[in-house]
């Protein structure tokens, strides 16, 4: 399988952080001590040096290269030798769907230079030197938030799946006295997907996604502004142009031109709007952290022809986490495993897949997330959907015993509130936490840039 077949679903812009060149690289000058190594050593002679033991350094395919150099920056000959390294080729895991990097790695007095193999799409807590080299510097790679690409892979699927037979209602601009949208709406990408494919399951030809190919131009990836006329004084106002602002207060590239009329139904099939209502398109996933949309007007009303109407945004959060039990018969090395998801509109968690940690608790990991809950992300409190990455780390059912509490009544009902109340402050944690989470804890990572990325093959 090649790269540009792993990374399937978006195709928009340039991947700005590319592939490692080909070109013979060598690490800053960092002294590095003879007396030892500033990470672990791998005692396994075939960790790196085989496909089926490759270096996890996570990441996915945006940021593989960075990631892989910073990897290998780190590595001095046993001597504190400087090493010089340069990337071969690819090649297919033995899993069949997973994309190596193979690098060639030389220093200074070696008899010969060796090959290693690097996964950037799964992440090693424990990565290492490979035997025979040590760290000049701490490897400094801390665990990635979730796969972009594989993220917009899974949004498509979502909107396809749910979108055939279910509405979802668009983002207020703002609300009137009535509670209905006043000034307008926006559809995020994932909207108008599912409109896309209901309009299409509606009319007798459902829309199939194939990983193998492309998706349609009808679900190309963009955002939708609608803006609604502006009654005034009894008058009605029609709006002219729209407008979607950073916080900078830089307007996003639109694409195409207004739609209105018959133009804005067919554009945003199964949208009901106000007649003299506007459209405009950005090429974007959702409106950024902190944008704000701005609709100028054909006339004035109290002395101004603009209105601007912030989006705020509210991160997606855990509601319904239990902590999963190591189960019974169950060895591994570690009792962590690191997944990606999808958190839908409702909540729920959709396409859990494998990032890193103890594939012999994979099975339990999944089953146990499946019963998971979180509030979704929100824009102007209108539900998004969100990739989330989250270690699921097991408690021995000895430290589940221990947990219950042992006195009385009151006491007993005051701890476990206090301690829901804590245990969902600690798995929620910082957006972009740098420590594992605790034993019997649940670390989350969501990515924002999600939202104002457009990938390229």
Known sequence: MSRDAALGFTIVVTVLCGTASPQSQTPPA??????????????????????????????????????????????????????????????????????????????????????????????????????????????????????????????????????????????????????????????????????????????????VLDPALRPPDALRQRTVVVAYPWTCDGRTILPQAIDLMSAQGRPAPRQGEYATGDTLTAQVPGLAVPDGSVAATFGLQAPRPNDAVRITYADQCNGATEVTLQLPQTPVRPVHTPQPTMPDGVTAKSASVRLQAQVDLDGGLKYVTYVGGSRELLAAATEAVRGWTFDPARINNAPISTPVAVQVTFVGREQEIKSQPTTGGKEIRRRRVENKRLGDQ??????????????GKVEMRTDQRLVNRRVSA
């Open 30 to 207: 960092i002294e590095a001590s003879r007396a030892g190594s500033q990470c672990a050593v791998a005692a396994d002679a075939d960790y790196a040096f085989t496909r089926e033991h490759p270096v996890q350094v996570g990441g996915g395919a945006m940021f593989v290269a960075s990631r892989e150099r910073r990897y290998m920056d780190a590595l001095r000959g046993p001597g504190g030798e400087p090493v010089r390294y340069k990337r071969l080729h690819s090649a297919p895991a033995p899993d069949g769907q997973t994309i190596l990097d193979v690098y060639e790695l030389v220093y200074d007095g070696a008899e010969k230079s060796v090959m290693i193999y690097l996964d950037a799409y799964h992440f090693d807590d424990e990565m290492r030197a490979p035997k025979g080299f040590i760290c000049g510097a701490p490897i400094g790679l801390t665990p990635p938030g979730p796969d972009l690409f594989q993220a917009s892979r899974q949004l498509g699927r979502l909107a396809v799946e749910q979108g055939a037979s279910r509405e979802f209602a668009p983002i207020p601009l703002d609300l009137g006295a009535d509670g209905k949208p006043a000034r307008g709406v926006v559809l995020d990408h994932f909207r108008m997907m599912a409109r896309v494919t209901r309009a299409a399951a509606a009319g007798g030809v459902p829309i």
């Open 426 to 439: 600690e798995r929620l944690g910082s957006p972009h936490p740098r420590r594992s989470a605790a034993p």
